[in-house]
């Protein structure tokens, strides 16, 4: 556990039922609360996750309280198998309506900056949107290896050149793979803004941190959303963490892990 922090498990209630949330509270706050949302494909991942659990941890120990979303995951085949094939079959809007609950909730208590990677990424910046449109805007919004738009941009010419897709991510980060896990998520209603923001208007977008990686896929999609946000006039500064790939805030021990944890902890002691 990180020195001087609290960690307590809550739930929130939603429109789908509760939604289990962990909060990490330094003893000494120098930050606005972040809500962090995890990724996984929107089919994997919870609070014990390392992209989830291990990043609020470092994150809370450089002095940023931090509130972590345990929303409904996308069901699969196998996860209707283990219910019996009992149950509603999960999919859009029902992960995003869970984090923007817990999102509306955490506001209550003061200022808050809404956050997340991968496909948490996606659901972060719909939140965003939305409080936007409640007339209770975020303070800032996080956005690390995110597919924010339903299909993949292009890559740029310097993208391709380090792009790296290995083994097994040859196939699942294929941008045919891709576009088919966002359809598998949203349906036919993957074109909605508050499905994937990306190619949509982001006017009233909170000031934004687009973390990248520089061999990932996925950065095709967070640098198109930069560039989006700039020009719909929402200040964002985007960083792209070289030698990194996709998900590298799921494993703490590579190299990019660390310094990318103290770049959004100074960009959030800045809101």
């Known amino acids: 556990m990180a020195p001087s922090t609290t960690i307590t498990d809550d739930t929130v209630v939603g429109p789908h039922g509760p939604v289990p949330v962990r909060r990490y509270s330094p003893a000494a706050a120098s930050s606005p609360?972040?809500?962090?949302?995890?990724?996984?494909?929107?089919?994997?991942?919870?609070?014990?996750?390392?992209?989830?659990?291990?990043?609020?941890?470092?994150?809370?120990?450089?002095?940023?309280?931090?509130?972590?979303?345990?929303?409904?995951?996308?069901?699969?085949?196998?996860?209707?198998?283990?219910?019996?094939?009992?149950?509603?079959?999960?999919?859009?809007?029902?992960?995003?309506?869970?984090?923007?609950?817990?999102?509306?909730?955490?506001?209550?208590?003061?200022?808050?900056?809404?956050?997340?990677?991968?496909?948490?990424?996606a659901l972060a910046a719909s939140a965003a949107l939305a409080l936007a449109e409640d007339g209770t805007p975020a303070t800032g919004?996080?956005?690390?290896?995110?597919?924010?738009?339903?299909?993949?941009?292009?890559?740029?010419?310097?993208?391709?050149?380090?792009?790296?897709?290995?083994?097994?991510?040859?196939?699942?980060?294929?941008?045919?793979?891709?576009?088919?896990?966002?359809?598998?998520?949203?349906?036919?209603?993957?074109?909605e803004r508050a499905a994937f923001p990306g190619g949509h208007p982001l006017d009233g977008f909170p000031d934004a941190l687009v973390l990248d990686a520089d061999r990932d896929v996925m950065r095709a999609s967070g640098t198109a959303f930069a560039e989006e946000l700039a020009a719909a006039g929402v200040p964002v500064e985007h960083r792209v963490a070289l030698g990194a790939s996709h998900a590298f805030l799921h494993r703490p021990r590579d190299s990019a892990f660390a310094p990318s944890i103290a770049l959004m902890a100074g960009w959030l002691q800045e809101r």
């Open 141 to 191: 919004a996080v956005l690390a290896y995110g597919i924010l738009h339903a299909a993949l941009p292009a890559a740029s010419p310097e993208a391709r050149r380090t792009i790296r897709r290995r083994g097994l991510r040859r196939a699942l980060h294929a941008p045919m793979t891709v576009r088919l896990t966002n359809r598998h998520y949203a349906g036919e209603r993957m074109r």
């Open 33 to 121: 609360r972040l809500l962090w949302v995890h990724g996984g494909a929107f089919v994997s991942g919870g609070l014990d996750q390392r992209e989830s659990h291990e990043v609020a941890l470092a994150l809370s120990a450089l002095g940023t309280p931090v509130t972590t979303v345990d929303y409904r995951l996308a069901s699969t085949r196998l996860s209707r198998l283990l219910r019996g094939g009992s149950g509603p079959d999960v999919r859009y809007p029902v992960p995003a309506d869970d984090v923007l609950a817990v999102a509306r909730h955490e506001l209550r208590a003061g200022p808050l900056v809404v956050g997340g990677a991968s496909a948490g990424a």
